[in-house]
């Protein structure tokens, strides 16, 4: 796959799935609009990359339509157009359901739901001066069977495939794919801090593939998605979970 002269946002970054992906979509020739939350994360991946001149960085919340709207204002500004919008950024605390406040709902509902809708609708301008607009969502595989610490968060992420796939027709007339990657449980930082090894040895032995999910597992098919070769696939699930479940 060859990326070169492609324009390519990704949130989340700093995080472990987005920093994989930033890594590859520049080492495939594209330059990358890389968003966070995160700026001492952001300013690390940039050193850690060797500031290199593909790699652009914005600090903002996609849960706030105003920090959404000023970045796409610089998008605007900077690239004029945008070819491919990864939305990785994502929040999954655990909490049990008899404690789960409102307040905590809504946080949860607001980064992994609204925030995809924000940053998507206010880019969407953008990705139509593209003569192949890519929108690739990283879902969870814990919607095909729910966990019980963490009701908001697969209900966010069920959501968006229901977003996913109502704005494939939205923008299929201006030659735009939207599809969306189910990951498995995948070894970045808040998995190693918030599981038990014991549940995740477990997980890993519930897989058809006995081997831990890493970040770098995800990468191929967000990449096939954003690519020329997925010109026809919308409104898709592609789950990389190493065969945990089969849907
Ligand atoms: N790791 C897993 O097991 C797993 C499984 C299924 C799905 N996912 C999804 O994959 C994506 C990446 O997860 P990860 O495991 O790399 O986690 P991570 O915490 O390493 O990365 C997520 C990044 O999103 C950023 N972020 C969080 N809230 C934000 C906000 N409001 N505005 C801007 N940035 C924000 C964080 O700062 C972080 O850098 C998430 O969408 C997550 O829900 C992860």
């Keep these: 796959m060859n990326f070169t002269g492609q324009s390519v946002v990704i949130t989340g970054a700093a995080g472990g799935i987005g920093s994989a992906l930033t890594r590859r979509f520049l080492s495939l020739g594209a330059r990358v609009f890389a968003t966070d939350r995160n700026q001492e994360a952001l ?4 050193d850690e990359l060797g500031n290199p001149a593909a790699f652009f960085a914005s600090t903002f919340d996609i849960s706030r339509e105003a ?3 000023e970045f796409a204002a610089r998008v605007r500004d900077d690239w004029g157009m945008v070819d491919v919008l990864i939305n990785a950024a994502g929040y999954f605390p655990l909490t049990p359901f008899d404690e789960l406040t ?4 809504r946080e949860i509902l607001a980064i992994n739901l609204d925030g995809p809708f924000l940053v998507t609708s206010n880019l969407l301008p953008l990705l139509k001066k593209s003569a192949a607009g890519r929108i690739v969502i990283i879902s969870s595989a814990s919607i095909f069977v729910g966990v019980a610490e963490q009701c908001p968060y697969v209900a966010a992420k069920a959501g968006l495939i229901g977003f996913m796939r109502s704005l494939a027709k939205v923008v299929g007339e201006h030659g735009i794919t939207v599809n969306a990657v189910t990951p498995g449980l995948t070894m970045t930082a808040p998995i190693k801090k918030l599981f038990p090894k ?10 058809a593939l006995k081997r831990d999910e890493q970040p770098e597992d995800l990468v191929g098919a967000v990449c096939f998605l954003a690519s020329a070769d997925a010109a026809f696939i919308t409104g898709q699930i592609l789950n990389v979970d190493g065969g945990s479940t089969f849907h």
């Design 198 to 207: 014991a549940a995740i040895a477990k997980a890993t032995q519930a897989r």
């Design 43 to 46: 300013d690390a991946l940039r």
């Design 67 to 69: 920090e959404c709207q």
């Design 102 to 105: 409102y307040a905590q709902w």
